[in-house]
C-alpha cells in the first residue's frame, strides 16, 4: 500500500514540488472587501495590491470538512494510505476540520489508513514537514513511517521572520493597539517565529538590518550545534527583491545556493506585505523559544 501526503494550501509548496511528489492540497480561501482569493503563493500579486489599497482586515475561511474528507477519500478508495499534514491546530480550525474528515471517511472506509500530524507552524515550516512526509512516501516506506518522518522535521525546523510594519498584526489583533504605536515610534522589530504551535516573539530589535544580522546569528549558532543543516530557504510576503538579497547573505554562510519562497495571502494578510525571513533544518532536533506575541 503506497502512502499519498495531503496538507492546507498555507504550506506554500510551489506547483512543480506538488505535482513531483502528488501532495494534495486543501484550499484556504481569503476574502477581502468582498473579494475572494486564492490563497496561492505564485499568483497573489492582486491581493497584495488590493490588500496595500485597502483599510479593512482580510478574513479566512479554512478548508471545509467536505473538502477535506473529499481529497482523502479519492486517495483512500484508490487503495492508499493517507498522511495529512496540517498548519497548527493553535493557529487555524483546519487540523480540526481534518479530525472530522478522517472520522467520516473511516466510517465508509473503516480499514483505511489516515494519520494526522499537527505541523505546529505553518507556511513554510509546514511546508518542511508536508515534503518530509513527501520524500518519504516517495521512498516507499509505510504510513507510520511517512508519519514519522513528517513529526521528526517539526522537531528539526525553525521559522524565523521579521515584519516591515506592525499595522497588519495590529489589525488582526495579534498586537494591541498601544503596542503598536509605541513599536512603530520606537522603531521596535519583532523577529517572530512559531514555537509550541503559536506564533511567538523570538527577539525585539532596533531595526531591519539588525532583524537580519540576529536571524543570520541564530542560523549560524543553530548550524554549529545541531550538526549542520538540512535545509534551508529565504522567505518573503510580496517582498522578492529583499528575500533575495537576505537569500544570498545565507548563502554565504551556508555556502550553496539559497531558494527564494513566496509566502501568499492567508498568513501573509496577517503579517504584512514586506516581510522577510528564513526557514531552515537542522540535522539533530532544536529546542525552541516559546512565548505569545
Do not use: W
Not at 42 to 55: H, I, Q, T, Y
Amino acid at each position: 500500500v503506497s502512502v499519498k501526503v495531503i496538507s492546507d494550501s498555507t504550506s506554500y509548496l510551489q506547483k512543480a514540488v506538488r505535482d513531483e511528489f502528488d501532495i494534495g492540497i486543501a484550499p484556504v480561501r481569503v476574502l477581502l472587501d468582498g473579494v475572494e482569493y486564492a490563497d496561492d503563493a505564485e499568483d497573489c500579486e492582486p491581493f497584495f495590491r488590493a490588500l496595500e489599497a485597502s483599510s479593512a482586515m482580510p478574513t479566512t475561511s479554512q478548508p471545509t470538512v467536505g473538502e477535506l474528507a473529499a481529497l482523502m477519500e479519492q486517495h483512500v478508495a484508490a487503495g492508499h494510505d493517507v498522511a495529512g499534514v496540517f498548519i497548527s491546530d493553535k493557529l487555524s480550525g483546519t487540523f480540526g476540520a481534518a479530525r472530522l474528515a478522517r472520522e467520516m471517511v473511516l466510517e465508509k472506509y473503516p480499514k483505511a489508513g489516515i494519520e494526522l500530524v499537527d505541523s505546529e507552524s505553518n507556511s513554510t515550516e509546514l511546508g518542511l514537514a508536508v515534503l518530509a512526509a513527501a520524500r518519504a512516501a516517495a521512498e516507499g516506506v509505510d504510513l507510520a513511517a511517512a508519519v514519522a518522518a513528517a513529526r521528526a522535521m517539526v522537531e528539526r525546523s525553525r521559522l524565523l521572520f521579521v515584519p516591515s510594519t506592525l499595522e497588519y498584526l495590529r489589525r488582526g489583533g495579534r498586537i494591541g493597539g498601544a503596542m503598536a504605536l509605541v513599536g512603530s515610534i520606537l522603531r521596535i522589530r519583532p523577529i517572530l517565529t512559531a514555537a509550541d504551535g503559536v506564533t511567538s516573539v523570538f527577539a525585539r530589535v532596533r531595526t531591519m538590518e539588525r532583524a537580519i544580522a540576529t536571524m543570520l546569528a541564530t542560523l549560524s549558532a543553530d548550524l554549529s550545534a545541531k550538526g549542520g543543516l538540512t535545509y534551508v530557504s529565504a522567505l518573503h510576503i510580496h517582498a522578492p527583491a529583499s528575500a533575495h538579497a537576505l537569500a544570498e547573505r545565507v548563502a554565504r554562510i551556508t555556502g550553496a545556493p539559497v531558494p527564494v519562497v513566496p509566502v501568499g495571502p492567508a498568513i501573509g494578510a496577517h503579517v504584512g506585505p514586506g516581510a522577510i525571513g528564513i526557514t531552515y533544518a537542522t540535522v539533530e532536533p532544536m529546542r525552541k523559544s516559546r512565548g505569545r506575541v
